[in-house]
């Protein structure tokens, strides 16, 4: 099946600090991909829907400047999460799909911790 | 907006039992999906059912969507301790919207 990788896999850093997550689809090209964020033994969390060459769509309650998403390419979309604090600290999950399909790849994951 | 709802919660199963969680949407779907999330990892497709009343299997697993295509429902037959991780449904409206998650249900399974 398709893979998506995550980079990197785990990150600490202190308040107030940026951190840039990657994903990438190693063997299919993606359309879109879609970020994620998931607390302890709860459900995804759709932040954002990002679209090769286009301005990602953010959901209701997530704030764009703080969360900058990049999607240049169509294997590569990038999470900046600017400014960063505890509260932000869980577990970010990118998903891809290609075009025409609906089926969604996930990828392992990214664990932040905010000091 | 749509909301998904999944019941239980939590199951925990002595292995060879049987396993069912219930996916519900408050609004019609276009089409819903089943992903595995083991302890730790990452969401796994398992599979889209679109068709009103369409009943897929996958060896042990009986995968169902309602005939008003509202609900949906995950049965395994005779479980076994690596069916166990939290199975989450994802349903997407008929306007193609994102698809939403609902909060999963964690089996664990009893040896």
Redesign the interface.
Known sequence: ?AVVSQHPSWVICKSGTSVKIECRSLDFQATTM?WYRQFP??????MA?SNEGSKATYEQGVEKDKFLINHASLTLSTLTVTSAHPEDSSFY?C?AKASGS????????TRLTVL | GQQVMQIPQYQHVQEGEDFTTYCNSSTTLS?I?W?KQRPG?????LI?LVKSGEVKKQKRLTFQFGEAKKNSSLHITATQTTDVGTY?CAG?GNYGQ???????T?LSVLP
């Open positions: 099946g879609f033994k709860q459900s995804l969390m759709l829907t999950i998903s609906a089926k969604q790849y996930f990828g392992p994951g | 089409n999906q992903y990892g990452h969401p796994v497709f889209q989450f997407s994102n698809f939403v998650f609902g909060p999963g964690r």
